[in-house]
């Protein structure tokens, strides 16, 4: 899996914008229903600076976008973006797994009774 530079600064972003709670319990409530900033500085105990901070990291990483309507930016989740960082999480479940299915065959190989010891011939009463 090699991720040239640009996209590694692009997951960083991404990554970096999830590492925090608000960010994600922002990103989930306009993954459901777009939402004006007021709106959602409402909902939680910070100044609205605070929140549209938060919407900003949230921007550039892509995982939201802001239009304005009137006097309102509204927010909308990016799908397409959350997707991408599902497939990138899955690439490394997948190789995690290998190596897990890797262990598991180790201790199985391992795990193998040896055989029990002939007696010698000859020696029979």
Known sequence: MVVDQLE???VDRVFGALADATRRDILV???HEESSVSSLAARYSMSF???QKH???LQRASLVTK???GREQLV???????RSASRLLEQYEEIWRARIDQIDALLAADAVPEAAPTPPRGDTP
């Open 8 to 10: 590694q600064q692009a």
């Open 29 to 31: 409530r306009v993954l």
């Open 49 to 51: 600076a605070a929140v």
């Open 55 to 57: 919407v900003a990291v």
């Open 67 to 69: 239009e304005r309507r």
């Open 76 to 82: 909308r989740g990016s799908v397409d973006t959350v």
